[in-house]
């Protein structure tokens, strides 16, 4: 029996692991739950699961919990309790299914407890790759990833050696506008962004499968994953999303992860890891199939790719100002205050301005994250670089 924390668990990853938990009772036991907003449906989580503790981001929040749950059920609020959240509600699994950089300090508590990390939050990864992979080094914790393309790489990967290994090559499906022209983003509405092709997701990523920011965060997340060059990482469009990424080895070798698009499965893979969970989830049928199509990433009209390899480059905290000036720019979008390609603008200029710290600390980080977002907002805001309102 796994002893799980689920941070996240009202989201659309989190509700799709508690789908796993629940037709599994006899693997998995959820210890912990956590929202920031949706209390009503992190109370109904919590009665249906029967857990020994909840995670809130304040307490008015955390007041209503406490009125719903049984009095033995442990209450923790606010990012300061992350470490404690970790230390005290003991578990073999620690899932992070929060979204943004929100889920850096839990990715940085749970590694640091030496505990195995479940990632679904790539933004913990991005902002804070370098700290994140010494803080395993050190006390030999393990990430185990949900994302679907770095799950599929987490597979191949099983078929060789790391030394073996050429290159990556992660599949991207191009979102809903692979073949709009350029000249029309502008006019893209949020309604036509929020609707993504083949996966239903939260907000957020799917806006970033949109500007395909998601794959330049993927880019950046497999780098610090797997200890490749930027340049051992490929991205290929792939529109069907059924082969989820391949790892291609020094004898020619190409060894790639196929199935019907469907985030339960990397998930119970993670969960279940170094055994193959039993699933009845929907199978590839090749008889339907019939072709997979491919075809190279038009860097003219989705710039977000090269911009991945660029902050690798670059180095310093160009990552994590890319991470935050991109989640600000995104609520911008959804709030109807920016077009979809201002978001690529206020993302580039934020980079171009980013700062270099050396082996930051989570405090530094967490700093210069929160310096980024104000900077950003104060772009969006200022007229001098109003470039949508004409
Ligand atoms: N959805 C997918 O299919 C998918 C696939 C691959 C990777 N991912 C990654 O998985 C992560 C979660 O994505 P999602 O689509 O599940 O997002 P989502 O549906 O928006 O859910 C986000 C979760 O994080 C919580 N949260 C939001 N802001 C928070 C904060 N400041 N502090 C603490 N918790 C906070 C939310 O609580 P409330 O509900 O209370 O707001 C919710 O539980 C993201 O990093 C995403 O890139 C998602």
Partial sequence: ?????????????????????????????????????????????????????????????????????????????????????????????????IVGAAGLEVSYHALAAGKTLALANKESLVAGGELLKQVCRQTGAQIIPIDSEHSAVFQCLQAGRRNEVEKIILTASGGPFRNRPKETFGSITIEEALKHPNWSMGAKITIDSATMINKCLEVIEAHFLFDVTPEQIDVVIHPESVIHSMVQFCDGSVIAQLSPPDMRLPIAYALQFPERLATNLPRADFGQLRSLHFEPVDNERFPAIALAYKVLRMGGLAALTLNAANEIAVAAFLAGRIKLPDIYAVVDKMVIESITISKPSLTELLEADGQVRKRTEELIASETFGWWKG
Wanted: hydrophobic share 45%; glycine share 4%; with cysteine.
């Fill in 1 to 97: 029996m796994k002893r799980i924390l689920l941070f996240g668990s009202t989201g659309s990853i989190g509700r799709n692991v508690l789908d796993i938990v629940a037709k599994n009772p006899d693997k998995f036991r959820v210890e912990l739950l956590s929202c920031h907003s949706n209390v009503r449906l992190l109370i109904e989580q919590a009665k249906t699961f029967k857990v020994s503790a909840v995670h809130l981001s304040d307490h008015a929040a955390a007041e209503t919990v406490r009125q719903a749950l049984p009095a033995s059920t442990r209450i923790f609020v606010g990012n300061a309790a992350f470490a404690e959240t970790i230390r005290e509600i003991d578990a073999d699994l620690v899932v992070n299914a």
